[in-house]
């Protein structure tokens, strides 16, 4: 009786695991490129990508003695009848100092380097914002349901000018230049997301926030949403083109002198922008 | 406190006869036993509904465009049973409202925790039976005006389950659906707050005799930690409820802000609100399962909870720590770094507690003797999709990495693992585990494996996949990622999380029919079928008495006195039995 039932179990394992793997046929009929991070594009991209590695090693490893501890335990230490289980509360100095020796070894050596290179990053990259000395090129983002719009300073240097870039989901950016991006919302919390670039950043009614990033690699990219903002939200991104500085430096002159042309002083909502300087 | 000191300071309790009208026995009853029940009836329904949201959800991601089977052409009647944008929005906003607050919370909290705390720590009843009453008419009350929320013109809440602000409000989400959702939402912190009180006070006032703090079952701690924080945290949803009700029904403007509405609020102070609230509320939802399998494991392994008063003390440092680590939620709001980087460290001092806990439950299992029941099976599953879940957390409270996967898949498969999997994993157990004491029938063990199989496998597989489709920069919230070229060769993976979730939720069909089958015609329960030591299973008969104890007990042992070399007879010693009197002589004397 008691055989039939583990059997009956083992069954249902098999069931389960067959049914799981039609659904993972239904993945290796159409073998995908890559599943890992799309391709990095920034300067500063790798690092994020270090900590990923050396997190994914780190854990990898702490996973796979759980797990083995688990399954043998489950399997190797069943009750079978005979000698009883091993009487031990734990309670004992040298039960308290293994725990407290492998809790801070794992703490110490996976945390505390985690947090050092953190800090590392984040000071150091990715919350030191570019200055004047950087020439940056700045860039203004007004998120609303559900575009991006985009606001260069034009040849003036100035925001909210006539000559202002004002374009909707579509940034053009020089290669090897690093972007400082000014960011708010009219509506509803949106979030700026470049996952080329490794980084994103929400959009608030209300108030500025920030971002800067330094695309190495010309190309297109996408430009995401990663807050939900409400029914269309899966619609709302753009295109993010890198390009040469003499392909930027064209297409920024043409559409300066466009944009010049098209400007008019009545019409109060196109001028959303708002004057900052680095 | 000694044990000999106790005895003055345990509150008498007197035996009321019960109730013999059907309203008084059944309806409105302030039994704890009868109000466990109708709060675990009641998630369960939710956990039928929630799940069949999931799988529209997870319909739609695989099958864009594609009418949804069978019942689409009544649920999704105005688009021709496809589901459409805006019932996405909602059904994803109400798949994790429901799962949260409706399902999780009445099983975990609601249920064992109304049935277990008075039972284990050797009391008639909850300190406030009323007040556990009106505990459960709120929350039923809330699952109605939630449920009615479907039916009102422009559909239900659609802004997430955390409704942020300004979404939430009127520019967002007109209409009644929203507001309902606050509704709901206060009601059901009003009923978990009655709940928290009552579970407080019991534990601190309705010990048994020589029931000392650490001689009560890692359940009662975990419920009783579950408690505090109910107490402490939910007021603060209620605020936020009670603000962003008035910003959307009286015109006020604390939330609302930017050019849409010239407002002076501020988004963001929702945020912090929500996520006071937030973050206390993941440890809210898995505490009671780390009391509850911290037991089990020691109760099958027939081996004592290794370190069980570092256990204790591990989940009280959770529950101090949870209350500091909300901003981890928030790093991509642009908080002053110092205040960030804070949130960070605090955010992995967490992962101290938690591996005490982990090496606790494994040396538990180490060299024991394992029974693999059902319940045993559950609980190893919970440590093997709650290890998958913390370590993977590790990525999200890491700034640099969080800048990448925040609001990505990774957060819904990581949340779902700790949370979600977990839970479910810790709620079956449970179920299993009380089945006999409470219904006073036994369940059928080979189907109840069988669950687990169907459970375990996919329920990984799920979560897994969403661990790996966000590593790949996909979005939460998407109604159709194929939308974004970057993610079209993700597809196949989407299947394969859609195809698994199908099986995970089939697969609970063994349940259903093991579960309604059982609680009518299932074989009589003895009252001690585990053999186990706590109070409920060696004191109380299956089901109890309605007063549960004719005597109350008097506790001499700890709850995990298993494979004791000086008890010959049996693997376990129950929480009132003496040693055989030889032994205890022996004990005494190199002390003496």
Not at chain 1, 111 to 133: C, H, I, N, Q, R
Not at chain 1, 178 to 207: C, E, T, W
Not at chain 2, 57 to 64: D, E, F, G, M, S
Not at chain 2, 92 to 121: D, E, K, R, S
């Amino acid at each position: 009786m008691k055989r039939s039932r583990f059997k009956l179990a083992t069954h249902a394992a098999y069931v389960s695991a067959f049914l799981t793997l039609i659904a993972a046929s239904r993945v290796w009929a159409d073998p995908p490129t890559t599943w890992g991070r799309p391709f990095d594009a920034s300067l500063d991209g790798n690092k994020i990508d270090w900590l990923f590695k050396f997190t994914t090693i780190a854990i990898g490893i702490l996973f796979v003695i759980m797990a083995a501890i688990l399954i043998w335990a489950t399997v190797m230490q069943r009750d079978t009848g005979g000698r009883k289980a091993q009487y031990e509360h734990g309670i004992g100095r040298k039960h308290l100092l293994l725990t407290a020796l492998v809790s801070s070894i794992i703490f110490f050596g996976v945390d505390g380097t985690l947090l050092y290179s953190s800090f590392v990053d984040l000071t150091e990259t990715f919350w030191k914002w570019p200055t004047a000395k950087d020439h940056p090129v700045e860039v203004e983002v007004y998120a609303q349901q559900w575009v991006w719009n985009f606001r260069l300073a034009g040849p003036d240097g100035k925001f909210n000018t006539p000559d202002d870039v004002v374009t909707i989901n579509d940034l053009h950016l020089p290669v090897n230049t690093p972007v400082f991006v000014k960011i708010k919302s009219k509506d509803v919390i949106h979030s700026f997301y470049l996952p080329n670039m490794r980084i994103k950043q929400d959009a608030f009614p209300g108030s500025i926030t920030q971002l800067w990033f330094e695309p190495t690699k010309p190309g297109q990219y996408v430009v995401g949403c990663a807050q939900h903002c409400g029914v269309s939200h899966y619609k709302m991104h753009g295109t993010m083109t890198v390009e040469s500085q003499q392909e930027y430096e064209r297409w920024l002159h043409d559409e300066s002198t466009a944009a010049k042309r098209r400007f008019d002083q009545a019409d109060s909502d196109a001028h959303w922008g708002w004057d900052w300087e680095i | 406190m000694e044990s000999h000191e106790h005895d003055q300071d345990h509150d008498e309790q007197h035996i009321h006869p019960e109730p013999t009208s059907f309203i008084r026995k059944y309806i409105f009853s302030m039994d704890h036993k009868v109000i466990a029940k109708q709060f675990i009836w009641l998630g369960l329904s939710f956990l039928f509904l929630g799940g069949t949201m999931a799988m529209m959800i997870r319909w739609q991601l695989a099958n864009p465009g594609v009418p949804f089977p069978i019942i689409g052409k009544w649920v999704f009647a105005g688009s021709n049973g496809i589901v459409s944008p805006a019932a996405y929005t909602s059904l994803f906003t109400m798949h994790g409202t429901i799962m949260i607050f409706f399902a999780i919370t009445p099983i975990m909290i609601g249920g064992y925790g109304n049935f277990c705390i008075p039972l284990m720590i050797g009391a008639r009843d909850m300190v406030f039976p009323t007040l556990n009453m009106l505990s459960f008419w709120a929350q039923f009350t809330s699952s109605c005006v939630l449920v009615a929320s479907f039916f009102v013109p422009m559909g239900a809440a659609a802004a997430g389950w955390t409704s942020y602000a300004t979404l939430s409000t009127q520019l967002g989400t007109p209409g009644w659906g929203q507001t309902m959702w606050v509704i709901a939402i206060f009601l059901a912190g009003m009923s978990t707050i009655m709940g928290a009180v009552n579970y407080i006070t019991t534990v601190i006032r309705l010990r048994a005799p020589g029931m000392t703090w650490f001689k009560m079952p890692l359940t009662v701690w975990g419920l009783w930690l579950t408690a505090i924080l109910n107490a402490l945290f939910v007021p603060v949803l209620g605020s936020a409820a009670i603000l962003l009700f008035l910003d959307r029904t009286f015109g006020t403007h604390f939330f609302l802000a930017g050019a849409m509405v010239k407002g002076g609020g501020d988004p963001l102070l929702y945020q912090h609100l929500f996520w006071i609230f937030g973050h206390p509320e993941v440890y809210i939802l898995i505490l009671p399962a780390w009391g509850i399998i911290s037991d089990i494991l020691s109760f099958f392994a027939r081996k004592p909870a290794y370190s069980y008063k570092v256990t204790a003390l591990a989940m009280v440092a959770i529950c101090v720590l949870s209350a500091v680590v909300y901003g981890h939620h928030m790093f991509v709001t642009s908080m002053s770094p110092l205040l960030g980087e804070s949130f960070m460290v605090l955010t992995m001092i967490i992962s101290v507690p938690a591996c005490v806990l982990f090496l606790n439950w494994l040396h538990t299992i180490w060299q024991g003797r394992l029974r693999l029941t059902a319940p045993m099976l559950f609980s190893l599953g919970l440590v093997f999709v709650f290890g998958l879940g913390g370590l993977t957390g590790i990525y999200l409270a890491d700034i640099p990495t969080d800048l990448y996967l925040h609001d990505t898949y990774f957060v819904v498969g990581h949340f779902h693992l700790t949370m979600a999997a977990a839970v479910f994993l810790g709620a079956f157990a449970s179920i299993y585990f009380w089945f006999p004491k409470m219904f006073g029938r036994q369940f059928n063990h080979t189907w109840a494996k069988v669950h687990f199989w169907l459970s375990f496998i996919p329920i990984n597989m799920v979560f897994c996949g969403m661990l790996v489709i966000g590593n790949a920069g996909m979005q939460r919230r998407l109604y159709n990622p194929n939308e974004y070229e970057l993610f079209r060769h993700l597809h196949p993976l989407n299947v394969f999380i859609s195809y698994s979730a199908f099986a995970l939720y089939f697969g609970q069909i063994p349940f259903i029919i093991n579960f309604f089958y059982s609680v009518f015609f299932g074989k009589k329960a003895e009252q001690n079928p585990w053999e186990v030591t706590t109070l409920e299973w060696t004191h109380a008969s299956s089901p109890p008495v309605h007063h549960n104890y004719d005597v109350i007990p008097t506790v001499l042992n700890g709850p995990h006195e298993f494979s004791n070399p000086l008890v010959t007879d049996k693997d376990w010693l129950g929480q009132c039995e003496p040693l055989p009197s030889a032994a205890v002589v022996a004990e005494k004397k190199p002390a003496g």
